[in-house]
């Protein structure tokens, strides 16, 4: 059975080496000085250059698509989001390609399959449903609502589709007076699928990238997830800080419960596919910037994922309250 080391406080050294106080009974030792000036809400040094690879790809991609000549030379519809097809610069600047249709625009499901593979293989959960794996999944089923708020269901239309009508867009439809008298009520509830399913144009508004958002939600769950578990890197395991519930800052290492050894070729499975997931989200993000989109849209993509991953990863560090319900990954 797993037994909490309740009473040890490990400090984390400012460059995120060796615990000072490993192994100091927590009466006897103050918040070490370090953590104390570093807040438990924010991510670690590593964990910040890695999410900084998201802004950075967005960057890189918008980079491309301005300096190569042959996206240069396609012309660009706004209304399409996208190059014409006929113009394409190139084999992922179209929508129908492969890795569009059966991989982004069902993201979500191969996100699913990649974390349930990983949450039901890996030996680090434990047997069973230990509260580490309930945990996960629970974080899980936070995200994936987060998800489903933001791009299918909001009570209505999704918060992607109702913050595009507060900004001016509508169904072309149902811009022509004509057509709006003869339509039902429902045009108060028209979402872009439905807009674009009869034929409409879904045009006027800011439209958040729902490819940037989805690709950043969902390969940013898997490696926030799979990473603490696979790493002995301490940016992303005991570096990460908490506050206790008598206010306190510690290392994350004071609530780890014992785990059992997690070795050799059991690790990788579940592990390698989630892996490659994750992957090729990245990549779709590369393309998705370098071919499609504003750079504002794009940017209120990543500030939509980054707020909600924001919100499920990093707040319950700084509240106990909150993290004994969701805990924190590799815990
Ligand atoms: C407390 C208790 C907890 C428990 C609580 C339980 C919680 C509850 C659990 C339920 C459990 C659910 C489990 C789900 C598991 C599944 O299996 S879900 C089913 C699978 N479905 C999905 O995954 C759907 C995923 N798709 C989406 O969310 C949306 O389609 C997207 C991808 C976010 C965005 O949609 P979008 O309309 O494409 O929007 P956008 O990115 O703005 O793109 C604009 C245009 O540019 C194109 N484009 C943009 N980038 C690209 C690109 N890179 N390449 C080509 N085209 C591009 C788009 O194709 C689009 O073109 P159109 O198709 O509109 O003409």
């Known amino acids: ?14 460059n995120g080496s060796a615990p000072v106080t490993a192994g100091m009974p927590g009466g006897t030792i103050k918040p070490p000085t370090a953590s104390a000036r570093r807040s438990p809400f924010l991510p670690t040094r590593l964990e910040a250059l890695l999410i900084s690879i998201y802004p950075a790809t967005l960057l890189v991609g918008s980079i491309i698509s301005t300096i190569s000549p042959a996206s240069r030379h396609a012309p660009y519809s706004g209304d399409l989001q996208s190059h014409p097809p006929e113009f394409a610069p190139s084999y992922f600047a179209l929508k129908k390609n492969v890795f569009n249709v059966y991989f982004v625009k069902v993201g979500w499901f191969w996100t699913t399959l990649a974390f349930t593979m990983f949450v039901l293989m890996h030996p680090g959960f434990g047997r069973g449903l230990s509260a580490r ?10 995200v994936t609502t987060y998800w489903i708020f933001i791009t299918q269901w909001f009570f209505g239309p999704p918060l992607i589709d109702r913050g595009f009508r507060l900004t001016g867009g509508a169904c072309e439809l149902a811009r022509d007076p004509n057509a709006r008298a003869q339509m039902s009520d429902t045009k108060e509830f028209i979402t872009a699928a439905t807009c674009k399913a009869v034929g409409g144009s879904w045009k006027g508004g800011h439209d958040i990238s729902g490819h940037v958002f989805l690709l950043i939600l969902g390969s940013s769950l898997l490696w926030f ?16 800080l908490i506050t206790l519930s008598d206010g306190k ?3 994350v290492a004071v609530e780890k419960q014992d785990q059992p050894k997690v070795e050799g070729e059991e690790t990788t499975r579940g592990v390698k596919f989630a892996l490659g997931v994750a992957a090729l989200m990245w990549w779709m993000l590369l393309m998705t910037a370098a071919y499609f989109h504003t750079w504002f849209e794009k940017f209120t993509g990543l500030f939509v994922a980054f707020t ?16 004994a319900y969701t805990g924190m990954p590799g815990v």
């Open 1 to 14: 059975m797993a037994a909490r080391r309740k009473h040890t406080y490990t400090a984390v050294s400012e």
């Open 133 to 142: 794996r309930v945990k996960a999944v629970l974080r899980y089923g936070l």
């Open 225 to 240: 997830e799979i990473l603490p578990a696979l790493t002995r890197a301490e940016g992303l395991r005991d570096g990460r």
């Open 249 to 251: 800052v510690a290392s």
């Open 308 to 323: 909600g991953l924001y919100a499920i990863y990093f707040v319950p560090r700084g509240i106990a309250a909150l993290r």
